[in-house]
């Protein structure tokens, strides 16, 4: 079935303590990923994105933050309530994560190789170490790493950020899993890189059939990449909807924002680009009403005073926003 949800998040909220008190990072988010597609995760720096999955993989730093309520729905399970000791048959077996920055996220003072085998050594553990080196080359080579045998002696400083990125999908996908999320793949790469990056999961993703959950602040690349969006605000989801009726018919006023800022070649040359006022509240002084109202341009008393729920727009479509019109 195309439409078949692999993973269902419910009511996600994340809390963390800080000198100043509690926040509440990530509120009421919830969302369908289906099997075989591509989901992305939109929004500005500090919405929530990363918390969002860090918290399906449980892997929120510990004590300072906890996930007050929420069910994540995986093989009819919810991850949330699995003791910890089950976790590690779902984190890189069935769920795996690409994280934002690859030098941080590889250990210096291993080999590629070793990193690598160290994946096989703890889900496949009947393999002999002959056949981990074995696989580890065959990882590479499918990421498009050459000259894989000289490779996995390399250590992560003497790799390119483009190769350090594809020994981190190589390590991601060892064990073909379910779902991938990559949270900002691309970030810090230049741009031919960046494509080659995207261009590489998506082909993975196809061969394999995986289901990723892809964060990022460039609409540019949801358009390139997805099938369905995700757009967050100060930890709450605006909007939601396929991809290209989200590009077409953008209800929430900060996606729209977001759309209008995308320079444009139809656009007079040497042009100021349209920007959104103002900026994100801070989450130890969150709005009662919408979170956006502070910077929206249709703010009215209702948006102030009251939050906004999701409505919806269409098929497969919501916005949170009291006066979004539907449909077209």
Known sequence: MDNQVILKLN??????????????????VSFDLKKGKVLGIAGESGCGKSVTALSIIRLLPK????????????????IFSLPVSDLHHIRGRKISMIFQEPMTALNP??????????????????MSSRQMVQASVKMLEKVGIPDTERVIKYYPHQLSGGMRQRVMIAMALA?????????????ALDVTVQAQILSLIQDL?????????????????????????????????????????????????????LLQ???????????MLPTIKGNVPSLLNMPTGCRF???????????????????????????ACHFAIAPD
């Open 63 to 78: 004590p300072v933050s906890k996930i007050v309520k929420g069910t994540a729905i995986f093989d009819d399970q919810d």
């Open 109 to 126: 003072v291993h080999s590629i190789g070793k990193q690598l085998a160290e994946v096989y050594k703890l889900h496949f553990q009947d």
């Open 11 to 28: 009511d996600l909220a994340v809390e963390f303590d800080t000198e100043q008190g509690q926040v509440r990072a990530v509120d009421q």
């Open 205 to 257: 993703q196809e061969k394999l059939n995986m289901s990723v959950i892809l964060i990022t602040h460039d609409l540019g690349v949801i358009a390139q990449t997805c099938d369905d969006v995700v757009v967050m605000y100060a930890g709450r989801i605006v909007e939601k909807a396929d991809v290209k009726r989200l590009f077409k018919h953008p209800k929430h006023p900060y996606t729209q924002g």
């Open 293 to 319: 109202a502070g910077r929206c341009t249709k703010t009215q008393d209702i948006c102030v005073k009251k939050i906004p729920q999701e409505r919806e727009m269409g098929p497969s479509h919501t916005a």
């Open 261 to 271: 800022s995308i320079p444009s070649l139809s656009k007079t040359s040497k042009t």
């Open 175 to 187: 064990c073909e899993p379910d779902i991938l999320i990559a949270d900002e793949p691309t970030t």
